[in-house]
T-cell receptor, first 113, second 113 residues
């Protein structure tokens, strides 16, 4: 799976949009971009994933650049409960490869009151 | 709907003792993954099963570690004998199929004295 690069930490004011960047310049055409987060002392929580198109669900939006070399996770109205470590992961969804998730160090997002 | 269930949530044992961690995947999910999280190594995949069959155990650190999945609703991860360096949080995750989104349990925090 391709390697990802994320900032170590970010701050965001409560109520504002949190934009978390991720670089995956070596991503292959069949690799998806996944985002998970881990709130302190809890298991990783799935947020969203996408291949080429932008995606939105009840938790967040995922913006993938046209060349697919980077993406941004957007939490539209951050709350204190969004303070967590956010992981960007690229993964092939075709089986037969590395089917586990490869977690990097992620971005520690701190929402400030 | 019940998510992935893990037990116990916390385990404290002495070096040399046998430890058994348990996981119940989401009903209907055919793939199950065991991960370990430490400060030094982060989150890493230990082993995963598809349709109760172990597919890849290359992440299992030593022969002291073993995992079984006797049926679709139950899996165990056993450490015998346990050592202090096995202290970590162990997560179980499940997915519909191997290539699908993985959902994590709350984890078992293991402390080996």
């Amino acid at each position: 799976d391709a390697k990802t690069t994320q900032p170590t930490s970010m701050d965001c004011a409560e109520g504002r949009a949190a934009n978390l960047p991720c670089n995956h310049s070596t991503i292959s055409g069949n690799e998806y971009v996944y985002w998970y987060r881990q709130i302190h002392s809890q298991g990783p929580q799935y947020i969203i994933h996408g291949l080429k198109n932008n995606e939105t669900n009840e938790m967040a939006s995922l913006i993938i650049t046209e060349d697919r070399k980077s993406s941004t996770l957007i939490l539209p109205h951050a709350t204190l409960r969004d303070t967590a470590v956010y992981y960007c992961i690229v993964r092939v969804n075709s089986g037969g490869g590395a089917d586990g998730l490869t977690f990097g160090k992620g971005t520690h997002l701190i929402i400030q009151p | 709907d019940a998510g992935v269930i893990q037990s116990p949530r916390h385990e404290v044992t002495e070096m040399g003792q046998e430890v058994t961690l348990r996981c119940k995947p989401i009903s209907g999910h055919n793939s199950l993954f065991w991960y370990r999280q430490t400060m030094m190594r982060g989150l890493e995949l230990l082993i995963y099963f598809n349709n109760n069959v172990p597919i890849d155990d290359s992440g299992m650190p030593e022969d002291r570690f073993s995992a079984k999945m006797p049926n679709a609703s139950f899996s165990t991860l056993k450490i015998q004998p346990s050592e202090p360096r096995d202290s970590a949080v162990y997560f179980c995750a499940s997915s519909l199929q191997v290539v699908d989104t993985q959902y994590f349990g709350p984890g078992t925090r293991l402390t080996v004295l």
